[in-house]
Structures are given as structure tokens and as C-alpha cells.
């Protein structure tokens, strides 16, 4: 998906509901990604790590994974969609 800030367009999705793109799946497929989804009931919890330059990043269902200047970084839903507006 593509989305724009008040200064400039960014490639994002929203883990766990939007549909994983390319650039995405191909670093879990570098092992720079790594998927988790377990479940104890009564819950789910799906979630991503992320690592970029040696640091783990937490990545939950429905917070927005961006692509910027080749790098992957996590932003919480209601940040996201106060700066950020869908294009495409």
C-alpha cells in the first residue's frame, strides 16, 4: 500500500490485516523477520521481530510496518493514522 505523509509517500501495510508485500517477504525469507503467531485460548497473539542494525523490534497485530530509506520501522496504529493518509 502506498500512503503519504504532509511531506512525502512512504510504502506501508498493516500486519496481520493487510496482505504482506514483497520487499516484506523477502526479509523473512533473510531471516531479518521473524513470524510468530501463538495461540492460548481463550487469546491469539500474532506478532513479528524485526532486526535492524543489531536492534529487535516488536511489531504487533495491526501496527503499520513502513519501508523508508530501506529500512524497516514499526509504527502503532493511532500515531500511524494521525500522520498518514492512504493514497493508493
Given at each position: 500500500?502506498?500512503?503519504?505523509?504532509?511531506?512525502?509517500?512512504?510504502?506501508?501495510?498493516?500486519?496481520?490485516?493487510?496482505?504482506?508485500?514483497?520487499?516484506?517477504?523477502?526479509?523473512?525469507?533473510?531471516?531479518?523477520?521473524?513470524?510468530?503467531?501463538?495461540?492460548?485460548?481463550?487469546?491469539?497473539?500474532?506478532?513479528?521481530?524485526?532486526?535492524?542494525?543489531g536492534?529487535?523490534?516488536e511489531?504487533?497485530?495491526?501496527?503499520?510496518?513502513?519501508?523508508?530509506?530501506?529500512?524497516?520501522?514499526?509504527?502503532?496504529?493511532?500515531?500511524?493514522?494521525?500522520l498518514?493518509?492512504?493514497?493508493?
Open positions: 500500500m502506498i500512503y503519504k505523509s504532509k511531506y512525502n509517500f512512504i510504502q506501508c501495510f498493516q500486519y496481520g490485516i493487510e496482505e504482506q508485500p514483497e520487499w516484506f517477504t523477502d526479509r523473512v525469507r533473510r531471516r531479518e523477520v521473524i513470524l510468530h503467531n501463538e495461540k492460548y485460548l481463550p487469546f491469539t497473539s500474532t506478532y513479528c521481530l524485526i532486526y535492524n542494525k536492534k529487535r523490534i511489531c504487533k497485530y495491526g501496527d503499520y510496518i513502513l519501508l523508508y530509506n530501506n529500512e524497516l520501522v514499526v509504527i502503532n496504529k493511532i500515531i500511524f493514522e494521525i498518514y493518509e492512504r493514497v493508493e
